[in-house]
Protein backbone atom coordinates (compact mmCIF):
# COMPACT_ATOMS: atom_id res chain seq x y z
CA UNK A 1 0.00 0.00 0.00
CA UNK A 2 1.37 3.82 -1.19
CA UNK A 3 2.03 5.58 1.92
CA UNK A 4 1.84 9.58 1.62
CA UNK A 5 3.71 12.08 -0.71
CA UNK A 6 6.50 13.27 1.05
CA UNK A 7 9.36 16.42 -0.09
CA UNK A 8 12.39 16.44 1.45
CA UNK A 9 15.13 19.07 1.60
CA UNK A 10 18.35 18.01 3.22
CA UNK A 11 18.31 14.64 2.07
CA UNK A 12 22.05 14.12 1.25
CA UNK A 13 23.15 14.74 4.81
CA UNK A 14 23.28 12.42 7.56
CA UNK A 15 20.10 12.30 8.50
CA UNK A 16 18.56 12.78 4.69
CA UNK A 17 20.17 9.56 3.56
CA UNK A 18 18.66 7.59 6.81
CA UNK A 19 15.65 9.14 6.48
CA UNK A 20 14.94 8.26 2.91
CA UNK A 21 15.47 4.59 3.67
CA UNK A 22 13.50 4.42 6.63
CA UNK A 23 10.44 6.34 4.90
CA UNK A 24 10.96 4.63 1.31
CA UNK A 25 10.83 1.41 3.45
CA UNK A 26 7.42 2.14 5.02
CA UNK A 27 5.89 2.72 1.29
CA UNK A 28 5.66 6.36 1.45
CA UNK A 29 6.87 8.05 -2.08
CA UNK A 30 9.34 10.68 -1.69
CA UNK A 31 10.77 13.06 -3.66
CA UNK A 32 13.99 14.71 -2.70
CA UNK A 33 15.07 18.15 -3.79
CA UNK A 34 19.18 18.92 -4.27
CA UNK A 35 20.87 21.96 -5.80
CA UNK A 36 23.61 19.71 -7.66
CA UNK A 37 22.02 16.84 -9.16
CA UNK A 38 25.48 15.89 -10.99
CA UNK A 39 27.21 16.22 -7.30
CA UNK A 40 24.69 14.36 -4.82
CA UNK A 41 22.08 12.72 -7.55
CA UNK A 42 24.14 9.05 -7.56
CA UNK A 43 24.34 9.09 -3.90
CA UNK A 44 20.94 9.69 -3.20
CA UNK A 45 19.51 7.56 -5.41
CA UNK A 46 20.95 4.52 -3.77
CA UNK A 47 19.14 5.79 -0.83
CA UNK A 48 15.57 4.43 -1.39
CA UNK A 49 13.27 1.70 -2.24
CA UNK A 50 13.19 1.47 -6.40
CA UNK A 51 10.09 3.01 -7.37
CA UNK A 52 9.75 5.54 -4.21
CA UNK A 53 12.31 7.85 -5.03
CA UNK A 54 12.58 10.89 -7.35
CA UNK A 55 15.86 12.99 -7.18
CA UNK A 56 15.08 16.54 -8.24
CA UNK A 57 17.55 19.53 -8.72
CA UNK A 58 16.07 23.45 -8.30
CA UNK A 59 17.22 26.35 -6.69
CA UNK A 60 16.17 26.59 -3.02
CA UNK A 61 14.76 29.95 -3.20
CA UNK A 62 13.50 30.22 -6.41
CA UNK A 63 9.66 30.35 -5.57
CA UNK A 64 8.21 29.71 -8.57
CA UNK A 65 10.35 26.21 -8.91
CA UNK A 66 9.18 25.33 -5.22
CA UNK A 67 5.54 26.00 -5.90
CA UNK A 68 5.63 23.46 -8.17
CA UNK A 69 7.63 21.23 -6.06
CA UNK A 70 4.79 20.98 -3.47
CA UNK A 71 2.05 20.16 -6.10
CA UNK A 72 0.63 16.86 -4.60
CA UNK A 73 2.11 16.65 -1.54
CA UNK A 74 1.43 15.48 1.73
CA UNK A 75 4.47 16.55 3.83
CA UNK A 76 7.04 18.50 3.99
CA UNK A 77 10.41 18.00 6.01
CA UNK A 78 13.15 20.40 6.04
CA UNK A 79 16.50 19.02 7.02
CA UNK A 80 18.77 21.83 5.36
CA UNK A 81 20.92 23.85 8.56
CA UNK A 82 24.59 24.75 8.09
CA UNK A 83 27.23 25.33 11.12
CA UNK A 84 29.40 28.01 9.65
CA UNK A 85 28.35 30.74 7.23
CA UNK A 86 30.10 30.76 3.44
CA UNK A 87 29.51 33.70 1.42
CA UNK A 88 25.06 33.16 0.18
CA UNK A 89 24.91 30.16 2.65
CA UNK A 90 24.37 32.72 5.85
CA UNK A 91 22.73 31.55 8.62
CA UNK A 92 20.12 34.27 8.25
CA UNK A 93 19.01 32.51 4.71
CA UNK A 94 19.29 28.87 5.55
CA UNK A 95 17.76 29.08 9.00
CA UNK A 96 15.25 31.81 8.58
CA UNK A 97 14.23 32.71 4.91
CA UNK A 98 14.22 29.14 3.41
CA UNK A 99 12.01 27.67 6.30
CA UNK A 100 10.01 30.43 5.60
CA UNK A 101 9.63 30.35 2.31
CA UNK A 102 8.52 26.99 2.21
CA UNK A 103 6.33 26.44 5.53
CA UNK A 104 4.61 29.27 3.52
CA UNK A 105 4.05 27.45 0.54
CA UNK A 106 3.33 24.66 2.64
CA UNK A 107 0.50 26.64 4.14
CA UNK A 108 -0.66 27.49 0.64
CA UNK A 109 -0.69 24.19 -0.94
CA UNK A 110 -2.75 22.82 2.49
CA UNK A 111 -0.32 20.26 3.48
CA UNK A 112 -1.15 18.10 5.91
CA UNK A 113 2.10 18.57 7.69
CA UNK A 114 5.21 20.76 7.86
CA UNK A 115 8.80 18.73 9.40
CA UNK A 116 11.67 21.52 10.31
CA UNK A 117 15.24 20.32 12.42
CA UNK A 118 16.34 22.82 14.80
CA UNK A 119 18.55 22.08 17.45
CA UNK A 120 18.83 21.77 21.34
CA UNK A 121 19.94 24.24 23.27
CA UNK A 122 19.50 27.25 21.12
CA UNK A 123 16.82 28.67 23.22
CA UNK A 124 19.71 29.48 25.96
CA UNK A 125 22.29 30.56 23.42
CA UNK A 126 21.40 34.50 23.09
CA UNK A 127 24.76 35.27 21.87
CA UNK A 128 25.62 32.94 19.24
CA UNK A 129 24.49 33.94 15.77
CA UNK A 130 23.64 30.26 14.75
CA UNK A 131 21.33 30.06 17.88
CA UNK A 132 19.16 33.40 17.19
CA UNK A 133 19.26 32.33 13.76
CA UNK A 134 17.19 28.78 14.30
CA UNK A 135 15.32 30.51 16.78
CA UNK A 136 14.37 33.01 14.50
CA UNK A 137 13.16 30.02 11.85
CA UNK A 138 10.94 28.45 14.01
CA UNK A 139 9.26 31.45 14.82
CA UNK A 140 8.65 32.28 11.48
CA UNK A 141 7.54 28.61 10.55
CA UNK A 142 4.75 28.64 13.48
CA UNK A 143 3.34 31.90 12.07
CA UNK A 144 2.90 30.61 8.49
CA UNK A 145 1.97 27.48 9.48
CA UNK A 146 -0.05 26.31 11.98
CA UNK A 147 0.44 22.44 11.30
CA UNK A 148 4.24 21.98 12.10
CA UNK A 149 6.83 20.22 14.06
CA UNK A 150 9.32 21.50 14.80
CA UNK A 151 12.31 18.90 16.13
CA UNK A 152 15.26 20.28 18.65
CA UNK A 153 17.92 17.03 18.58
CA UNK A 154 20.83 17.25 20.75
CA UNK A 155 24.30 15.89 19.03
CA UNK A 156 23.43 13.58 16.45
CA UNK A 157 25.84 10.73 15.87
CA UNK A 158 27.30 7.93 13.56
CA UNK A 159 29.60 6.41 10.92
CA UNK A 160 28.17 9.26 8.43
CA UNK A 161 28.30 12.19 10.74
CA UNK A 162 31.19 15.34 11.33
CA UNK A 163 31.18 14.75 14.59
CA UNK A 164 33.10 11.56 15.78
CA UNK A 165 34.58 11.12 12.56
CA UNK A 166 36.10 14.17 12.81
CA UNK A 167 37.13 14.03 16.37
CA UNK A 168 38.56 10.71 16.30
CA UNK A 169 40.44 11.56 13.00
CA UNK A 170 42.03 14.63 15.41
CA UNK A 171 42.67 12.34 18.30
CA UNK A 172 44.58 9.99 16.29
CA UNK A 173 47.16 12.85 15.40
CA UNK A 174 47.52 15.45 17.77
CA UNK A 175 49.74 15.15 20.62
CA UNK A 176 47.08 16.84 22.97
CA UNK A 177 43.44 17.76 22.67
CA UNK A 178 42.09 21.30 23.34
CA UNK A 179 38.80 21.33 26.08
CA UNK A 180 36.52 24.46 25.66
CA UNK A 181 35.03 25.44 28.54
CA UNK A 182 36.68 22.84 30.57
CA UNK A 183 35.16 20.01 28.77
CA UNK A 184 31.97 20.60 31.29
CA UNK A 185 29.31 21.01 28.44
CA UNK A 186 26.64 18.51 28.41
CA UNK A 187 25.13 16.61 25.62
CA UNK A 188 22.67 14.04 25.35
CA UNK A 189 23.37 12.34 21.99
CA UNK A 190 20.91 10.98 20.07
CA UNK A 191 21.92 7.87 17.13
CA UNK A 192 20.97 9.20 13.60
CA UNK A 193 18.73 6.07 13.31
CA UNK A 194 16.89 6.53 16.27
CA UNK A 195 16.60 10.19 14.75
CA UNK A 196 14.72 8.96 11.76
CA UNK A 197 12.82 6.77 13.59
CA UNK A 198 11.16 10.09 15.53
CA UNK A 199 10.33 11.18 12.45
CA UNK A 200 8.89 8.49 10.53
CA UNK A 201 6.44 8.08 14.20
CA UNK A 202 5.95 11.34 13.63
CA UNK A 203 5.03 11.41 9.81
CA UNK A 204 3.04 7.99 10.49
CA UNK A 205 1.22 9.56 13.53
CA UNK A 206 0.38 13.17 12.14
CA UNK A 207 2.19 14.96 15.21
CA UNK A 208 1.52 18.98 14.80
CA UNK A 209 2.18 21.99 16.10
CA UNK A 210 4.83 20.97 19.09
CA UNK A 211 8.34 21.75 19.35
CA UNK A 212 10.14 17.76 20.45
CA UNK A 213 13.56 17.63 21.88
CA UNK A 214 15.44 14.74 21.14
CA UNK A 215 17.68 12.90 22.22
CA UNK A 216 19.37 9.52 23.52
CA UNK A 217 19.60 7.70 26.95
CA UNK A 218 22.42 9.09 28.51
CA UNK A 219 23.90 12.78 29.37
CA UNK A 220 27.50 12.91 28.91
CA UNK A 221 29.32 15.80 29.32
CA UNK A 222 32.17 17.24 26.31
CA UNK A 223 35.24 15.78 28.40
CA UNK A 224 33.28 12.19 28.60
CA UNK A 225 32.70 11.85 25.25
CA UNK A 226 36.61 12.60 24.47
CA UNK A 227 37.32 10.76 26.72
CA UNK A 228 35.25 8.06 25.59
CA UNK A 229 36.57 8.34 22.07
CA UNK A 230 40.09 7.50 23.28
CA UNK A 231 39.41 4.89 24.81
CA UNK A 232 37.38 2.93 21.74
CA UNK A 233 40.52 4.05 19.53
CA UNK A 234 42.98 3.04 21.69
CA UNK A 235 45.12 6.20 21.82
CA UNK A 236 45.97 8.35 25.07
CA UNK A 237 46.28 11.78 24.83
CA UNK A 238 46.47 14.75 27.02
CA UNK A 239 43.44 17.18 27.38
CA UNK A 240 43.93 20.67 28.26
CA UNK A 241 41.51 23.43 29.10
CA UNK A 242 42.08 26.32 26.75
CA UNK A 243 41.89 29.58 28.63
CA UNK A 244 38.99 31.42 26.66
CA UNK A 245 41.07 34.32 24.85
CA UNK A 246 43.20 31.29 23.30
CA UNK A 247 40.29 29.44 22.64
CA UNK A 248 39.09 32.74 20.82
CA UNK A 249 42.38 33.47 18.96
CA UNK A 250 42.15 29.74 17.81
CA UNK A 251 38.83 30.10 16.26
CA UNK A 252 38.91 33.25 14.77
CA UNK A 253 42.26 32.16 12.33
CA UNK A 254 40.65 28.24 11.84
CA UNK A 255 37.47 30.03 10.80
CA UNK A 256 39.36 31.58 7.97
CA UNK A 257 39.12 28.15 6.34
CA UNK A 258 37.14 26.57 4.06
CA UNK A 259 35.34 23.55 6.09
CA UNK A 260 36.85 25.43 9.55
CA UNK A 261 37.08 22.77 12.65
CA UNK A 262 35.52 25.55 14.53
CA UNK A 263 34.53 29.36 14.74
CA UNK A 264 33.90 32.51 17.45
CA UNK A 265 30.36 31.29 16.94
CA UNK A 266 30.59 27.61 17.77
CA UNK A 267 32.75 28.47 20.48
CA UNK A 268 29.73 30.58 22.53
CA UNK A 269 27.09 27.84 21.40
CA UNK A 270 29.79 25.22 23.14
CA UNK A 271 28.99 27.47 26.25
CA UNK A 272 25.11 25.57 26.51
CA UNK A 273 24.36 22.24 27.17
CA UNK A 274 22.63 20.26 24.60
CA UNK A 275 20.41 18.37 26.96
CA UNK A 276 16.53 18.18 27.87
CA UNK A 277 15.22 21.44 28.86
CA UNK A 278 12.08 20.49 30.75
CA UNK A 279 9.96 23.33 28.52
CA UNK A 280 9.22 20.89 25.75
CA UNK A 281 7.82 17.29 24.79
CA UNK A 282 10.60 15.26 24.05
CA UNK A 283 10.58 11.95 22.08
CA UNK A 284 10.32 9.84 25.20
CA UNK A 285 7.01 11.75 26.14
CA UNK A 286 5.85 10.62 22.57
CA UNK A 287 6.82 7.01 23.46
CA UNK A 288 9.60 7.30 21.03
CA UNK A 289 12.31 5.85 23.66
CA UNK A 290 16.15 5.91 22.49
CA UNK A 291 18.10 3.11 23.47
CA UNK A 292 21.34 3.09 21.57
CA UNK A 293 23.95 3.51 23.83
CA UNK A 294 27.00 6.16 23.01
CA UNK A 295 29.91 3.75 23.14
CA UNK A 296 27.96 0.70 21.86
CA UNK A 297 27.14 1.94 18.30
CA UNK A 298 30.45 4.25 17.89
CA UNK A 299 32.94 0.98 18.62
CA UNK A 300 30.98 -0.44 15.50
CA UNK A 301 33.28 2.12 13.48
CA UNK A 302 35.79 3.16 15.67
CA UNK A 303 38.37 0.01 14.32
CA UNK A 304 38.86 2.50 11.35
CA UNK A 305 41.07 4.94 13.68
CA UNK A 306 42.98 1.64 15.10
CA UNK A 307 46.59 1.10 13.87
CA UNK A 308 45.39 -2.59 13.09
CA UNK A 309 41.86 -1.30 11.86
CA UNK A 310 39.44 -3.74 11.89
CA UNK A 311 41.70 -6.55 12.91
CA UNK A 312 42.05 -5.06 16.86
CA UNK A 313 41.27 -6.25 19.18
Known amino acids: MIGKNILVFGGSGQIGRHLIRRLTKNNHLVTVVTRNLHQKGAILKTQGNPGYLEVIEANIFDENQLNNLFENKDI ?26 ISKISSKKKLKQFIHISALGIQKAKDSDYAISKLNGEKNIFNNFSKSTVLRPSLVYSVDDNFTTNMMSLLSVLPFFPLY ?3 KTKFSPIHVSEMSDIILNIVEKNICSEIIECVGPDVMTYREIIEKLLILIDKKKLLISLPLVIAKLKATFLEKFPKP ?53
Open 76 to 101: CINLIGILYQKKKNTFKNIHENFPSI
Open 181 to 183: YEG
Open 261 to 313: LITKDQLKLLKYDSILSGENKSNFDLGIKSKLKFEDEVKKYAYMWKKEGQYSK
